[in-house]
């Protein structure tokens, strides 16, 4: 069993050393690691002609004593992972993966389980070829920590908004360098909020920046455009996967997806129209939302419910001291509206019935200290889509402006009496979206609707994409806003060299359980600090 204690990262030299001494899976009997019989051995075969895994590997929903671990290759092949509770893969385990086809862009994934509590598990994910089985794919290798059963230190670390607003991977500058920053800290996990793409936002190959230097990209066929096709968006998380950044961190920190409007395109409910938007050929808003959900649920390494084959929102339980409830409130909203109406209905749903039902009874069941809900888009601050018909503001997340509880605010509402009413604690909320950093507290004394207890809501982004900011605030749940760093005014979509990319970490203490929130920056300077004690 490896020390808990000792220092957790995975040094790329010994990541590089893994993926040598994996090279024994082409001297194992094939009947011990590929589909079918036989005992011969398997025959070296000229990389070059072996299946590739170009994007390298990673785990997710890493909860209880299950990870899912993801990768892709790039023909027919089948998945094969082996893990081991010690960094020389001593008493190595192997799982026989699914295939990975053309159906699925060639990713897999495997859904360990029995896994030890507390626990450093060091992997490595191959592929058979399914044309040649003497052919495997070099190994990608990984690591994770499972969730703890006693009381332990946690770290997590959240943000959202990746390669938005044309800002893609230049090398010159280091491509997607924040992910190496948060990689260095060795967190437990890592929520992304959303926006894990920007399939509407086509990258150029050349910007010029305000100094009249230039922004070089990475480009491919599929980011040169907005994407439509599945093949598309697809390719849109394949880039992604071409900055090295992103990919050391995905093979070292655990990942918890979740998604917002981006992932198909900007500020999408029932009501979009593309009718006047002359980039899209395609303009039939669910034939767009169906391919993008299959581009997400192949590239996230996301937990399948049994209750709904597509459903994002979860239950992340992470030991005594956590539980995490990632939300959706994308894929069950009522078509983006003026969003002030007095009664519940069909244009004020944004969670939903079931999501709504769910989400309290898991936190009224959590006997975690912390209940961290994950969000795509914050509670209080305005986020607007236009004119409606009637010249009237239209309104892309909760709030709607000052005064009572009206629109999709009633779920929240609704939300926030449960909460209060059962008498739970430690409630806290982590989000992204709106490209700039802060920390909220929404306070009742301060509130139109006051039936709640306070508590804060921590909001940190963009990653790699624009940055924009601050947004106006609305005072339905007595939002305050107690600090925050965004652009100079008259200053937006700045690039991240200018240093405005930011992410969030919570640190959760074994012993006095009590929370600490840091907001950071690209550099990994903590830009704000407080501390919480648990009550009850």
């Excluded at 480009?219 to 093949?231: D, G, W, Y």
């Excluded at 994308?330 to 749903?349: D, I, K, L």
């Excluded at 009874?361 to 994950?374: E, F, N």
């Excluded at 779920?411 to 909320?429: D, F, P």
């Amino acid at each position: 069993m490896s020390n808990p204690n000792e220092p957790r990262r995975l040094s790329r030299r010994k990541i590089i050393m893994l993926g040598a001494a994996a090279g024994g899976l082409a001297a194992l009997p094939s009947s011990r690691l590929v589909f079918g019989q036989g005992t011969a051995p398997a025959i070296a075969t000229a990389d070059s002609q072996r299946p590739q895994m170009p994007h390298g590997t990673m785990a997710g929903d890493v909860a209880g004593d299950r990870a899912i671990l993801w990768g892709r290759t790039d023909r027919p092949s089948r998945m094969m992972v082996e893990w081991s509770t010690t960094e020389s893969m001593r008493d190595v385990r192997r799982v026989r993966g699914p295939l990975a086809l053309d159906l699925s862009d060639f990713s897999a994934r495997v859904d360990l389980h029995g896994l030890p509590a507390g626990q450093e598990i060091f992997y490595r994910v191959s592929f058979v070829d399914a044309a040649d089985l003497r052919s495997t794919s070099a190994p990608r290798a990984g690591r994770f920590r499972t969730p703890p059963a006693d009381l332990r230190d946690v770290t997590f670390q959240w943000s959202g908004d990746t390669a938005g607003q044309g800002w893609g991977i230049n090398p010159e500058w280091g491509g997607m360098r924040i992910y190496e920053t948060m990689r260095r800290a060795n967190p437990d996990f890592f929520i992304h909020c959303g926006d894990t793409i920007y399939a509407d936002g086509p990258i150029q190959a050349e910007v010029r920046l305000p100094d009249g230097t230039l922004w070089k990209n990475v480009v491919t066929p599929e980011k040169s455009k907005v994407a439509e096709t599945l093949a598309e968006f697809r390719g849109a998380y394949k880039y992604n996967l071409m900055d090295e950044n992103v990919r050391r961190f995905h093979a070292e920190v655990p990942q918890i997806w979740q998604w917002d409007d981006h992932e198909v395109t900007n500020n999408w409910s029932g009501s979009k129209d593309l009718s006047g938007d002359a980039r899209y050929t395609e303009k039939r808003v669910p034939l767009l939302i169906a391919r993008a959900t299959r581009a997400f649920l192949e590239y996230a390494p996301l937990r399948s419910s049994p209750d709904e084959a597509e459903r994002v929102y979860r239950h992340i339980p992470y030991g005594p001291l956590l539980d995490v409830f990632v939300i959706d409130m994308r894929s069950y909203r009522g078509p983006n509206t003026h969003n002030r109406q007095a009664e519940p209905g069909p244009e004020t749903e944004y969670l939903g019935r079931e999501q709504l039902r769910w989400l309290k009874q898991g936190l009224l069941a959590s006997r975690a200290t912390w209940k961290i809900i994950a969000s795509d888009m914050p509670i209080g601050l305005l986020v607007g889509d236009g004119r409606d018909a009637q010249g009237r503001d239209r309104f892309e997340a909760v709030a709607n402006g000052n005064g009572p509880v009206l629109g999709r605010e009633l779920e929240i509402a609704e939300l926030l009496r449960s909460i209060k009413h059962n008498g739970i604690r430690n409630v806290a909320w982590v989000t992204a979206d709106t490209h700039y950093t802060g920390a909220h507290f929404y306070d009742p004394a301060k509130a139109q609707f006051a039936d709640f207890d306070g508590f804060w809501e921590f909001m940190s982004g963009p990653l790699h994409a624009g940055t924009f900011g601050p947004n106006a605030v609305d005072d339905t749940f007595g939002m305050q806003v107690v600090w925050q760093k965004a652009p100079a005014a008259g200053q937006v979509n700045l690039p991240p060299s200018a240093g405005m990319q930011f992410y969030g970490e919570v640190k959760i203490d074994g012993r006095s359980r009590a929370m600490t929130v840091q907001l950071k920056d690209l550099s990994g300077a903590t830009l704000w600090q407080r501390s919480f004690d648990p009550q009850g």
